[in-house]
C-alpha cells in the first residue's frame, strides 16, 4: 500500500505547535484589546466640559467608565508600571504576575484542571487577584503601589466626570440601528 500524494502529519509537539499557540495568544490579544476605545475619542478636546451638577457628574462617571473602561485599565496599569520603576523587585513581580495573568486567565483555550478538577474562571480571577496583591505587598513597596493606584482612580474620575457622554454611542447598537 502506498502512501503517494498524502501529506505527513507529525504527532510531536515541535516548533508548528508553538508557533500555532503563539498565534493563538496574538489573536486573543487582538480580540482583548478590541474593546479599547480610540485614544482619539477619549481625549476629544471638545469634549470636555465641566459637569452641571454633582448627579450629572456622576451619570457623566458611570457612563465614560462603562465605555472607556480597558482605556481606563490602561491607564492605571501604566501608572502603576512608571511607579514600580524605582522598586525593581516590585516591577519584576509585577511583570511575574502579568505573565501568570497572561498565560492562566486570558490565553487559555480551555477550562484550567487543577487534580483533574475544572476550575472555574471566577476562582481563576480571584485566586491570580489575591496573589498579585499579596506578592505586590510582600515587596516592601506598599504605600508606592497604593499612593498610584489612588493616583489612577483619580485620574479615571476626573477624566471621566470631566467628559461629555454626548457623543459617545455603542457600534453594535448603532450596527442594528441601522441595519433595521
Request: hydrophobic residues 50%; without cysteine.
Amino acid at each position: 500500500m502506498t502512501n503517494y500524494g498524502t501529506i505527513p502529519t507529525s504527532s510531536s509537539a515541535g516548533p508548528s505547535a508553538n508557533i500555532e499557540y503563539l498565534s493563538r495568544a496574538k489573536e486573543r490579544i487582538k480580540e482583548g484589546l478590541a474593546d479599547r476605545r480610540p485614544w482619539k475619542l477619549m481625549f476629544n478636546i471638545r469634549s470636555f466640559n465641566f459637569p452641571g451638577s454633582l448627579s450629572e457628574a456622576i451619570s457623566r462617571v458611570r457612563s465614560n467608565v462603562s465605555y472607556f473602561t480597558m482605556n481606563y485599565a490602561m491607564i492605571v496599569l501604566f501608572i502603576l508600571f512608571l511607579s514600580l520603576l524605582w522598586h525593581p523587585i516590585s516591577l519584576i513581580v509585577f511583570v511575574a504576575m502579568m505573565a501568570a495573568w497572561l498565560f492562566l486567565y486570558f490565553l487559555r483555550d480551555e477550562p484550567l484542571a487543577v487534580f483533574r478538577r475544572t476550575v472555574s474562571d471566577r476562582v481563576v480571577l480571584v485566586v491570580l487577584g489575591v496573589l498579585t496583591i499579596v506578592f505586590l505587598l510582600l515587596t516592601d513597596a506598599t504605600p508606592n503601589i497604593l499612593w498610584s493606584l489612588l493616583a489612577g482612580v483619580v485620574v479615571v474620575l476626573v477624566h471621566a466626570s470631566f467628559r461629555r457622554t454626548d457623543d459617545l454611542y455603542d457600534e453594535e447598537s448603532a450596527g442594528l440601528a441601522s441595519s433595521s
